[in-house]
């Protein structure tokens, strides 16, 4: 079999009733069991009905998100599914990789990424910070907006590259909105504010950083059984320190998603499977490299799908 990858998921793929179709599935169900052991909550009480409203705020959706994931993935091998020779995740996302590589203990992960979830929300008080997603402009275009929309006091930066064409910015929200205005003014076909308070991947996160930087200290890394391509980076790695330190250095650094996907199409990757809620890699795949095609799993007859179209049957 070609060599493809397993692609993760970041934050807003999650949705609630979001494994509602992989209902009684044993594979499933000790996942979410598992999960609900680790947090000392019920997980799949939360994805299932989100009762609270919970599922928004990032200290619950991410340990949510990645526990889909993980099930899916599980799913996956259960049906004789092939391991990818390759890992990759989406911000948030890289967590879920690293499970997948068998370089942390699902139980750690979701313990790790509630951690980290609340770590990003104390990082920046409420109403502070804010992200916006610009379609329509050159990455250069935006990069240059950003420096001059920016204070001595109110910055904004570029935050996730998506793919051509759409790059998330973030940083003080009268930064944001100064540039959503510049952006528009530039050409920009839309500047949209996203529904998330923490200004993610960019230097406002360096408190969340560093108590992440102490809190990995206490989790066992193994070496990944492949390479797990870095968001901050846009490497693959397999080094357990060099993986330790990416994990901080993502907080406070963009998504290199667009370059990760070029750098994995040019190594050879033709194939890819979004492991996770939602098709939303795929879609930027699409956008990134259309020669790259990715199957999605986030029902049981897209993952059969998805498993008949690696196995050619």
């Given at each position: 079999m070609a060599d493809f990858v397993f692609l993760f998921p970041g934050q807003g793929s999650?949705?609630?009733?979001?494994?509602?179709?992989?209902?009684?599935?044993?594979?499933?169900?000790?996942?979410?069991?598992?999960?609900?052991?680790?947090?000392?909550?019920?997980?799949?009480?939360?994805?299932?009905?989100?009762?609270?409203?919970?599922?928004?705020?990032?200290?619950?959706?991410?340990?949510?998100?990645?526990?889909?994931?993980?099930?899916?993935?599980?799913?996956?091998?259960d049906k004789g599914g092939a391991e990818a020779t390759q890992v990759a995740g989406h911000s948030l996302g890289e967590y879920s990789a690293l499970v997948a590589s068998g370089a942390i203990d699902f139980s750690d992960a979701v313990q790790l990424v509630a951690f980290r979830g609340k770590a990003m929300t104390e990082a920046v008080p409420a109403g502070v910070g804010s992200m916006a997603a610009i379609l329509g402009l050159a990455d250069d275009v935006v990069e240059e907006i950003c420096e001059n929309t920016s204070t001595g006091s109110e910055k904004v930066w570029a935050a996730n590259y998506n793919c051509p064409g759409q790059l998330v910015v973030a940083g003080h929200a009268a930064a944001v909105e100064r540039m959503m205005i510049a952006a528009k003014d530039a050409g920009a076909k839309r500047a949209l504010p996203l529904a998330v308070s923490a200004p993610s991947h960019t230097p406002l996160m360096q408190p969340a950083a560093d108590a992440m930087a102490a809190r990995l200290q206490e989790i066992t890394i193994n070496a990944p059984r492949c390479p797990v391509w870095g968001n901050a980076s846009a490497t693959a790695e397999q080094d357990v320190a060099n993986i330790r330190a990416a994990l901080v250095a993502q907080l406070v650094s963009p998504v290199r998603w667009t370059e990760t996907v070029q750098k994995l199409a040019a190594s050879g990757i033709t194939q890819g499977v979004e492991m996770g809620p939602g098709k939303v890699l795929s879609g930027l795949v699409k956008r990134i490299d259309r020669a790259m095609i990715v199957g999605v799993t986030a029902n049981p007859d897209l993952l059969d799908k998805s498993l008949a179209a690696l196995t050619g049957e």
């Open positions: 999650q949705s609630k009733g979001m494994l509602d179709a992989f209902d009684d599935n044993s594979v499933v169900t000790q996942t979410l069991e598992e999960a609900s052991d680790a947090l000392g909550y019920d997980v799949a009480a939360l994805i299932r009905d989100d009762a609270e409203d919970k599922l928004g705020q990032t200290e619950f959706t991410q340990p949510a998100l990645l526990t889909a994931s993980t099930a899916m993935l599980r799913l996956w091998r």
